[in-house]
């Protein structure tokens, strides 16, 4: 297994890439790549069980099809909408705090 490093944007070290996931409320997975000399984290993708399922779906899907076309694009837009949804809600928790 070849080790991926990534450049982190909190520290500016190169680090090797940890991908790991929380679960948050709402069946949402954060993945996300941990730093490993600040611990930084820094976000991959959010996921939940409708997001799954199309990917799912998606990867049964063969390629160069108007279906898997709908698909990726439907995945990416519901990818987006989350992660958007997951951190307009950490910044206001944020607020409280
Ligand atoms: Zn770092």
Do not use: W
């Not at 941990?34 to 390629?63: D, H, V, W």
């Amino acid at each position: 297994m070849s080790e991926q490093t990534f450049l982190c944007n909190q520290c500016g070290n190169q680090t090797p890439l940890v991908r790991k996931f929380d679960n948050l409320p709402d069946n949402v997975e954060h993945h996300y790549a941990e730093c490993q000399s600040c611990g930084y984290r820094s976000t991959i993708f959010y996921t939940n069980p409708e997001i799954k399922a199309l990917m799912y779906e998606q990867k049964k899907t063969p390629f160069l099809t108007k279906k898997k076309e709908r698909l990726t694009n439907e995945i990416k837009k519901l990818v987006d909408e989350l992660r958007e949804k997951v951190e307009s809600e950490e910044g206001k928790n944020a607020e409280i705090k």
